[in-house]
């Protein structure tokens, strides 16, 4: 059974990758989403603004998943921008040696470009929970210390 918070429309998604006439590569990666699913914790690697301290940021590969129009009008700051439906395609330009944060506007196209990558082998791979315009709600960069003052009161 997928995890709640997955669409199965993902998993659909995900086979579509895979060329009709390879009906056995299709099971294979159907058997590789299962056992992903199995073993993945809860979180499924998503994160929150506020649990990514300040000076973390440079550390990390951060992925703009949207659309090169919605990057151009914003993005956060030292993001590159990679459209959702290309990571895979894209994938020898992420690193696996160090952090990778992936958004999107809310979370929703970033989940399914996340767990793409963490199927295909990233476990370095973070999605940030609620995309840029939770980010920025929450402070930007300053979001983990924003949070940690909050909660000292």
């Not at 993001?79 to 696996?96: C, E, F, G």
């Amino acid at each position: 059974m997928p995890h709640p918070w997955i669409p199965s429309a993902l998993l659909a998604t995900a086979c579509a990758f895979m060329p009709l006439a390879h009906a056995d590569n299709k099971a294979l990666a159907v058997d590789e989403m299962e056992a992903y699913l199995e073993f993945v914790d809860y979180g499924g690697g998503v994160i929150f603004a506020e649990q990514i301290p300040a000076d973390e940021w440079k550390k990390m590969l951060v992925i703009d998943a949207r659309d090169a129009g919605q990057f151009a009008k914003g993005h956060i700051p030292g993001a590159v921008n990679m459209d959702w439906r290309q990571v895979l395609a894209k994938r020898q330009s992420i690193p696996k040696d160090k952090p990778v944060l992936v958004y999107c506007n809310t979370g929703s196209l970033s989940a399914q470009a996340g767990f793409a990558l963490r199927v295909a082998g990233w476990d370095n791979v973070r999605v940030l929970q609620g995309g840029m315009e939770e980010w920025k709600a929450k402070g930007g960069f300053d979001a983990a210390a924003r949070a940690t003052r909050a909660s000292t009161h």
